[in-house]
């Protein structure tokens, strides 16, 4: 026999409905650093070019994989505060 498996099922497990809010709250949180920083910058300088600098800084740490290199270090705190 074989099982039906649909939307509603998928949506029934909580874990995975709280893993796609955690995704949507963390990039709609990554925006907005984005962006405030650039408007921060903006107000104190006045400057689009340092506005647009900062706005591209943001995006260092993804270019250069600051997760991935660090990623040792999650899991020795994962591991040392398991419940």
Do not use: H, K
């Amino acid at each position: 026999m074989q099982r039906n498996i649909g939307v509603s099922w998928v949506l029934a497990d909580r874990e995975f409905v709280l893993s796609g809010w955690r995704s949507c709250c963390r990039s709609v949180g990554i925006s907005w650093r984005e962006s405030l920083c650039s408007v921060l910058v903006y107000q104190r300088t006045a400057s689009a070019s340092w506005t647009a600098l900062t706005y591209a800084l943001t995006y260092l740490p993804a270019l250069v994989g600051v997760s991935r290199s660090l990623g040792w270090l999650t899991d020795i705190v994962v591991v040392s505060s398991s419940w």
